[in-house]
């Protein structure tokens, strides 16, 4: 299973962003995703995530700010970034993995993209 992100660049603060991800099987659409993204200095970390039945859920930043949302095709999902801040500058990752609910851990996701970068300048 592939995975390819897009819509990473550069914004002021305050802007917003589109990512997107794109994957290359059918039968992910049984699977739940996430995004994950890493800051300059720090580890990866979940972001948000929507599994099959639609259920989502965010980390505590991401609340209010960040959209997870997926095609009617459900092979491509993505993340709507309104008001960002310097500080969520950082590489975003897509993910994909067969689990019920919904998880912003890693070990949860089998599958990944090679992430795109997003840059938040003040």
């Known amino acids: 299973v592939e995975m390819v992100e897009s819509g990473g660049e550069s914004v002021q603060a305050g802007g917003s962003l589109r990512l997107s991800c794109e994957t290359n099987s059918y039968g992910i659409r049984h699977y739940s995703f996430g995004w994950f993204r890493q800051r300059p200095g720090w580890g990866r970390e979940g972001v948000a995530a929507?599994?099959?039945?639609?259920?989502?859920a965010y980390a505590i930043f991401a609340m209010d700010r960040f959209t997870v949302s997926k095609d009617n095709d459900e092979r491509t999902f993505h993340l709507q970034m309104t008001n960002l801040k310097p500080e969520d500058t950082g590489d975003y990752f897509c993910?994909?993995?067969?689990?019920?609910?919904?998880?912003?851990?890693?070990?949860?996701?089998?599958?990944w993209g090679r992430g795109t970068r997003v840059t938040v300048s003040s």
């Open positions: 993910a994909a993995g067969l689990l019920k609910g919904t998880s912003l851990r890693e070990p949860d996701y089998l599958y």
């Open positions: 929507i599994n099959s039945d639609g259920q989502r």
